[in-house]
Every structure is written in C-alpha cells, then in structure tokens.
C-alpha cells in the first residue's frame, strides 16, 4: 500500500515532535522543512536512525527546498517567529505575515491538494492570512488551538479531582488567546457534567473557576516556566490528532478554527468550534445550543479574534500600497 506524506513546514521544536509522533504512529513518509535546512535534515537523520531502532520503514527527509513537500497529503505548519520582549503585537503579525506568505507560495505551487493545518501564532490570525494567501477551500485549512486547549482544561480537572485524565472530557471554544470558552456544561468526568460534580459537591465552584482562568492562561504558564521557549509536546501531539483524522478518514469530533460561514452567527472568520473531521478534511461544523451566558462569552472572544484580523487586513493591504508604489 503506497504510504502517504506528510508535510512539517517548520524545523522547531514543535516539528521535531512532530516527525517523531508521525513516524512512531507510522502514518505516512514524512518531510521537514525549514529555512535552516541543516537543522532539518539533521533532526531527520536522527529520526531516520531512531526508526531502525523502531523497526520502523517510515521515511523522514529534512532540507531547505520547498519542492520537497510536492504532493504531501497534509501539510502541518509550525513556521513563524515567537513573541520576544519589547516585540509588540504589530511586529509578531508583520513578521509571521511574511513567513506565511512563503509557506502559501509553497503549498500553492507544491501541494495543493493537501490538507492544511496551521499551528503558527497569533493562530486564529495567522490561519486566516494562510487562507486568504491560498484560497484554499474552507474544508481544506483549520487551525490547530482547540484540541490543545481543551486538553489543558481536561489535565487541570484530572489533577484537582484525583481522576485519570482518560474519563474526563473536555470542550473550549472560541479564540486561541485569554478569552476563550472553556464550556462546563458541555464537560464531563465518567459521564457527569461539571455543573452536576459542583452540585454534588466534588468540586467547588471556585476551583472550576481557577481552572478555567488557568486553561486560558495555559500557554503563557509554560512560557513562563521554560524561560524560552514556549510548549511543543501538547500542541505537536493535538496537530497529529487532526492529521491522522484526516489521513484515516475516522470523522473524529475534534473543537477547531474552523472557517464560519454563517454559524453562531460569525461569517469570515476562523474560530475554535466543534468540527467534524474526516477524509474530506473540515467535514461539518457542529453548532452547540448555546445559553446566553456562553454566547455571550463566545461572541467577546469572537471580537477578539475579529480586531486580530482586521489588523492583519491592514496589514497586507499596506503591503500591496508599498509594492505598488515602489
């Protein structure tokens, strides 16, 4: 059977991962790329070496050249720059607006049917820009924040309740940033929604409350802790997790950005919504009855994401004025 490829746009720590996941998952022939290519081809060997030790037949390459990607069935991206101090949020947009206008000229010429999944950040803007760059077809590109954040939420709950993280589910809505969703009504552990577990008096509802506001403060938590650098396992292992939905055809139910076209009443944007994914890619955006409390959680979050891309719209139009005048 002729095994499938998959793309790492990004030679990081979170594509290192990555290529390491997909190749002990042996779910296609694999190929890193990045602009530093040494870094890419070495972590490739490394892996290739590893994988004899697996007896396992996967193929990883690594390198600079955009054409290496050609024909890829899912391409992951983990390319961009991360926040630095005295960055503001202009400057990160600008500079990954650049990177991702790369990555869109190479899937465009090189992969075009792949399935797209972008994890760069500021991630609801920046997928937006990939599409907007791509023109992809809405079931073709998602953005990978729900699955990490909703297993955040779930470690947390795990740890206060004394639980296995396997008998706790977990939804988070909205954008990838502090003002997500996480819904407890729509979260359960061995079955019992998290409303029900307060009433019982499991847990209280000052502790449900703590981790919420720790689930969004998620990511920055473990900047904090690294010191440099931000996570990669959670976010690699979530990225795969919509790969291999995709690449199996399993239609799993997985909280994504997803382009919304009319749902919870948002249109042009991509924002964390529970989706169908399957072979076809974004197969179906499941819409939650929603109570007015939530929504309106979820419309705040909206806005934030609605100003991230009106700023990337100014963006890109000042750098269409710039080229035309030069």
Request: net charge neutral.
């Amino acid at each position: 059977m002729q095994q499938r490829k998959i793309a790492l746009i990004g030679g990081g720590q979170i594509g290192g991962t990555l290529a390491l996941l997909a190749m002990q998952r042996c779910l296609g022939h694999v190929v890193l790329l990045d602009m530093a290519g040494g870094v890419a081809a070495g972590k490739a060997l490394d892996l290739s070496q590893m994988a004899a030790l697996s007896s396992s037949d996967v193929q990883l390459v690594g390198g600079d050249q955009p054409n290496s990607i050609a024909d890829a069935d899912v391409c992951i991206v983990t390319a961009g720059f991360p926040r630095k101090p005295g960055m503001d949020r202009e400057d990160l947009l600008q500079k990954n607006l650049d990177v991702m206008r790369q990555v869109a000229d190479h899937i465009v010429r090189y992969a075009p049917q792949a399935f797209v999944i972008c994890l760069t950040n500021p991630l609801d803007a920046m997928v937006y820009a990939l599409h907007k760059m791509t023109r992809l077809p809405k079931q073709q590109i998602v953005g990978m924040a729900g699955v990490l954040d909703s297993a955040r939420f779930r470690t947390f709950l795990a740890q206060q309740l004394g639980v296995s993280r396997r008998d706790v589910t977990a939804l988070v809505l909205g954008g990838h940033g502090d003002d997500m969703v996480p819904l407890p009504r729509f979260c359960s552990v061995g079955g019992i929604a998290l409303p029900q577990l307060v009433q019982m008096g499991l847990l209280q509802q000052q502790q449900l409350d703590d981790i919420i506001q720790r689930t969004r403060q998620g990511g920055g938590e473990i900047v904090q802790l690294l010191g440099n650098g931000s996570a990669f396992y959670a976010p690699a292992q979530s990225a795969l997790d919509m790969a291999e939905a995709f690449l199996m055809g399993t239609g799993r139910v997985l909280p994504c950005a997803a382009l919304l076209e009319g749902e919870y009443g948002v249109s042009g944007l991509f924002v964390g919504v529970p989706a169908v994914l399957g072979g076809q890619g974004v197969q179906q955006v499941l819409q939650l009855p929603l109570q007015q409390e939530e929504l309106a959680a979820f419309e705040n979050s909206v806005q934030s994401v609605r100003r991230s891309v009106q700023q990337v719209d100014r963006l890109l139009t000042k750098q269409v004025d710039t080229v035309a005048s030069a």
